[in-house]
């Protein structure tokens, strides 16, 4: 049965996080920000543009994971329901993060004030790939369990 | 409203709340007149190890016991570099900008203690920074963290109080002496300092010019070759005296994604607060309504009293309502019982 309350269970504690941490990134971080900048020419468009992907792709995550764990009764609009429903939202984050470590890794390089982040995106990232191989496992056993059943009553 | 056109409206509201962030978050990118371009308090730093020369009795790899300097060596393409990168501030006795130059190397023979120092203090004279720049050889060890520390301490201690502090750090090989390079870079970021770090050839120790850079908040550039020097010294010249400003907000649009993925949310604690606003006008309609009831309502057989069309008892009395009254006992019973509860005989009928 789906859980519909917005009592935050403790399983779901993890991804929460996961949502906080992304929202902290939104506000604070500059690692995108700064990247689309160094590889770009600076105008009044370009600065705009970094400022929208470097703010909102990772608040859009953060909405999602939030969402799914402590504000399962607040309803979002219909088609990103749909999208966090799906394995692409859980794919495209994960993506997310990995270019966010990339960039901090490759890019800037690590130091006292990044390696936070770095350490949040991949845990975070590993944490998302464990969640939903998981997830998949629980869906295959059901989906096994419901088989055998059917089968069982057609044979009888 | 059918539910497929509400969900292409909450979209579309989405859309537009987002283009709206859009907008204003492009507007709120400054551009800056050129009087308003801040003031710089700079320090060339710049790495005169003896890779930086040319060696002239065999190669780095094995021994190299005598360090000249070349047309081809890249202190002689770091000179031209600073030269320009001087030239393009323009610098006069009216200048905004200040210019210092330090050095940072050491000695094989001591490598405890790094050689750092400063060449030319913060000053807006062209002239006295060239021939400082002139003055530079090559010679021992790379001591990278040491020469961020003493530009770091001398801009803290002699830069104009509202002015930007700035390190421009050329380097082309690994710190292997003095102080660590990102420590200094903590120490400096705490001292209000950006450091640009350029990494010149194949051997800079990029990750830790990067570190650097981004430790301060600054930028890393990466200098391939001699005349690429020259390039990236005036791209950081022009970041630096950039018509756009680095400010933007990012505040609406981290607001906007929220708000336009939870509009139905909204809208339902919207329209509940509307309802509770509303709460008197409410009320009077139910009454009004309750009196349209009662015209066409059932009236009760034994108190007369005017019930609601769908009660089934009186709300007076407790009386069954349309129910069929006994001819022999006047007893009201339901209007589908077919004898009376009280006294047993046959309802609405004249079977006797």
């Known amino acids: 049965m789906v859980n519909r309350s917005n009592k935050l269970i403790l399983s779901d504690v993890p991804l929460f996080i996961g949502g906080i941490f992304l929202m902290y990134l939104a506000i604070v971080d500059e ?18 543009i970094a400022t929208i992907i470097a703010a909102a792709t990772p608040m859009f995550f953060a909405v999602g994971f939030v969402k799914k764990t402590a504000l399962r009764r607040w309803q979002t609009i219909y088609y990103y329901e749909k999208l966090i ?26 130091h006292q004030f990044n390696i936070p982040i770095l350490a949040g995106c991949v845990l975070f990232s590993i944490y998302l790939v464990i969640h939903s191989f998981k997830i998949k496992q629980k869906q295959f056993q059901k989906e096994k369990t419901l088989f055998c059943r059917v089968s069982f009553h057609y044979h009888w | 409203m059918k539910p497929e056109v509400k969900r292409k409206s909450q979209v579309g509201i989405g859309f537009a709340i987002l283009v709206f962030a ?5 507007f709120s990118v400054e551009e800056i007149d050129a009087q308003e371009i801040p003031q710089y308090d700079i320090y060339l730093v710049i790495d005169v190890s003896g890779s930086m020369g040319t060696c002239l009795d065999g190669d780095w790899i094995s021994t190299c016991y005598n360090v000249g300097v070349t047309n081809d060596s890249p202190i002689t393409f770091a000179k031209k570099a600073a030269i320009e990168f001087v ?10 900008h200040r210019i210092g130059l330090a050095i940072f190397h050491g000695t094989q023979y001591d490598p405890a203690n790094p050689i750092s120092k400063i060449i030319v203090e913060l000053d807006n004279d062209s002239k006295k920074l060239k021939d400082g720049i002139d003055t530079l050889y090559p010679s ?21 109080p509202d ?10 090989g690994v710190s292997n002496m003095g102080s660590e390079p990102r420590l200094a870079a903590g120490i400096a970021k705490e001292n209000n300092v950006t450091i640009f770090s350029v990494g010149y050839g194949d051997f800079a120790d990029v990750q830790t010019l990067k570190a650097v850079a981004s430790v301060t908040g600054g930028k890393y550039y990466d200098a391939p ?29 981290l607001l ?55 009660s089934k008892f009186c709300i007076k009395c407790g009386d069954t309502l349309g129910g069929s009254i006994c001819k022999k006992c006047n007893h009201t019973n339901r209007s589908t019982s077919k004898f009376c509860i009280k006294c047993g005989d046959i309802l609405g009928g004249n079977v006797r």
């Open chain 1, 31 to 48: 690692t995108l920000f700064n990247f689309i900048l160094q590889n770009v020419h600076q105008d009044q468009i370009t600065v705009t």
């Open chain 1, 85 to 110: 429903l799906n394995d692409v939202f859980w794919v495209l984050a994960i993506i997310l993060l990995n270019m966010i470590s990339y960039v901090i890794v490759v890019e800037e390089g690590i």
């Open chain 2, 22 to 26: 859009i907008i204003i978050s492009y």
């Open chain 2, 87 to 96: 030239d393009t501030f323009q610098l006069d006795e009216s200048s905004n």
């Open chain 2, 140 to 160: 021992g060890g790379t001591a990278m963290g040491d020469g961020i520390s003493i530009s770091t301490q001398s801009l803290s201690q002699n830069a104009r």
């Open chain 2, 163 to 172: 002015v930007e502090k700035i390190i421009v750090l050329l380097s082309d």
């Open chain 2, 225 to 253: 070759t001699g005349k690429d020097l020259a390039r990236t010294f005036n791209e950081i010249a022009d970041v630096l005296i950039s018509p756009v400003s680095h400010y933007s907000s990012r505040i609406l649009i």
């Open chain 2, 256 to 310: 906007a994604i929220p708000v336009l993925l939870f509009i139905p949310t909204i809208e339902r604690g919207f329209t509940t607060m509307m309802e509770k606003v509303q709460d008197k006008p409410v009320k009077r309609n139910v009454k009004k309504s309750i009196s349209k009831i009662d015209v066409g309502g059932s009236i009760c057989k034994k108190c007369n009293h005017t019930n609601r069309s769908t």
